[in-house]
């Protein structure tokens, strides 16, 4: 099993298109090595733009070369960018619908000891928040390419969330299913449907196995794609399973919890459930070590579903 970054696999694909596609741009905000973007800028220096720490203008100046025909890839941390930059994501970049994909990179709990200065836990809630943003959180380096293929192919503004470490696959090289804007079925199951996206998709999967042993069938479904989200599969999850549980690493307020709950409400017959992070500056540490004290683990998911089933 490999374990790259995402963010890793965001360069590798873009200094691959750009060989042959001079529309493609990224821009920085002083971040190109925590971006894992320094190989971009060094072979591709004519089609990189080093902003400085001013996100504002980061995505600003990204929205003005995308009306010039651009394909800009703005990044910067998750936490900066969802925050700093939220007036200039609305504005110049959603309500012109300019042709800029915002990427926040060490999203969530990445940053780990910094602290909730650094944490992004409500930036779904906040680029979801805006019309005509579209907001993506893979899962793993394989699904993150075709994401990232996908989004060089359409001129729609998005914000693409993803973590700082490596992480581990979820799908396999050749096996990579995918259709934009749809949930992946990554397990399928009867009794109880785990609805993930990013670096708890894994986690999930790894608690389906766990409940599978004590004779639970686990559906898990991969909802990369918070907004626009899967509505079809989720109404599917609330009428071919008995209860629902959501697993982000996030805010309970106004993430994927909030509007798989909100299209599950329509039906009125299943029950969901939201793992997430808690409403208050969460602890110190690494990632997994915020993960474990949380139960945003495998072991934590599955002892969740027991206590529901």
Same mark, same amino acid.
């Given at each position: 099993?490999?374990?790259?970054?995402?963010?890793?696999?965001?360069?590798?694909?873009?200094?691959?298109?750009?060989?042959?596609?001079?529309?493609?741009?990224?821009?920085?905000?002083?971040?190109?090595?925590?971006?894992?973007?320094?190989?971009?800028?060094?072979?591709?220096?004519?089609?990189?733009?080093?902003?400085?720490?001013?996100?504002?203008?980061?995505?600003?100046?990204?929205?003005?070369?995308?009306?010039?025909?651009?394909?800009?890839?703005?990044?910067?941390?998750?936490?900066?960018?969802?925050?700093?930059?939220?007036?200039?994501?609305?504005?110049?970049?959603?309500?012109?619908?300019?042709?800029? +994909? $915002? *990427?926040?990179?060490?999203?969530? /709990?990445?940053?780990? =000891?910094? %602290?909730?200065?650094?944490?992004? !836990?409500? @930036?779904?809630?906040?680029?979801?928040?805006?019309?005509?943003?579209?907001?993506?959180?893979?899962?793993?380096?394989?699904?993150?390419?075709?994401?990232?293929?996908?989004?060089?192919?359409?001129?729609?503004?998005?914000?693409?969330?993803?973590?700082?470490?490596?992480?581990?696959?979820?799908?396999?090289?050749?096996?990579?299913?995918?259709?934009?804007?749809?949930? +992946? $079925? *990554?397990?399928?199951?009867?009794? /109880?449907?785990?609805? =993930?996206? %990013?670096?708890?998709?894994?986690? !999930?999967? @790894?608690?389906?196995?766990?409940?599978?042993?004590?004779?639970?069938?686990?559906?898990?479904?991969?909802?990369?794609?918070?907004?626009?989200?899967?509505?079809?599969?989720?109404?599917?999850?609330?009428?071919?399973?008995?209860?629902?549980?959501?697993?982000?690493?996030?805010?309970?307020?106004?993430?994927?919890?909030?509007?798989?709950?909100?299209?599950?409400?329509?039906?009125?017959?299943?029950?969901?459930?939201?793992?997430?992070?808690?409403?208050?500056?969460?602890?110190?540490?690494?990632?997994?070590?915020?993960?474990?004290?949380?139960?945003?683990?495998?072991?934590?998911?599955?002892?969740?579903?027991?206590?529901?089933?």
């Amino acid at each position: 099993m490999s374990k790259i970054a995402n963010k890793q696999e965001i360069c590798n694909v873009l200094l691959e298109q750009a060989a042959n596609d001079k529309d493609i741009v990224v821009l920085c905000s002083d971040s190109r090595g925590s971006a894992s973007m320094a190989p971009f800028a060094k072979e591709r220096p004519e089609q990189f733009v080093e902003v400085g720490i001013a996100e504002q203008n980061l995505v600003s100046i990204s929205a003005g070369l995308a009306s010039c025909g651009k394909k800009a890839f703005a990044v910067s941390p998750a936490c900066f960018l969802s925050t700093r930059s939220m007036e200039q994501a609305k504005v110049d970049v959603a309500y012109s619908r300019t042709n800029v +994909t $915002l *990427v926040g990179i060490s999203g969530g /709990v990445s940053y780990g =000891a910094l %602290g909730m200065t650094h944490h992004s !836990a409500n @930036d779904i809630a906040t680029m979801a928040s805006i019309p005509n943003m579209r907001v993506y959180i893979p899962s793993d380096h394989f699904q993150t390419r075709k994401l990232i293929e996908a989004l060089l192919k359409d001129e729609e503004p998005s914000y693409v969330r993803v973590g700082r470490n490596a992480v581990a696959d979820v799908y396999e090289d050749g096996n990579v299913p995918f259709v934009m804007n749809q949930a +992946t $079925l *990554v397990e399928a199951g009867s009794d /109880v449907t785990l609805i =993930a996206c %990013g670096e708890m998709v894994k986690p !999930a999967k @790894d608690a389906a196995m766990q409940l599978k042993e004590k004779g639970i069938s686990a559906r898990v479904l991969d909802m990369y794609c918070v907004k626009p989200i899967d509505a079809d599969a989720v109404f599917k999850a609330v009428t071919e399973t008995k209860v629902i549980v959501t697993v982000e690493e996030h805010t309970k307020y106004g993430g994927l919890g909030s509007m798989v709950s909100q299209i599950a409400a329509e039906q009125g017959s299943c029950r969901v459930v939201n793992l997430s992070l808690p409403d208050e500056p969460v602890v110190t540490g690494k990632s997994q070590e915020v993960f474990d004290h949380y139960g945003l683990n495998a072991d934590g998911i599955a002892k969740r579903v027991m206590e529901l089933i």
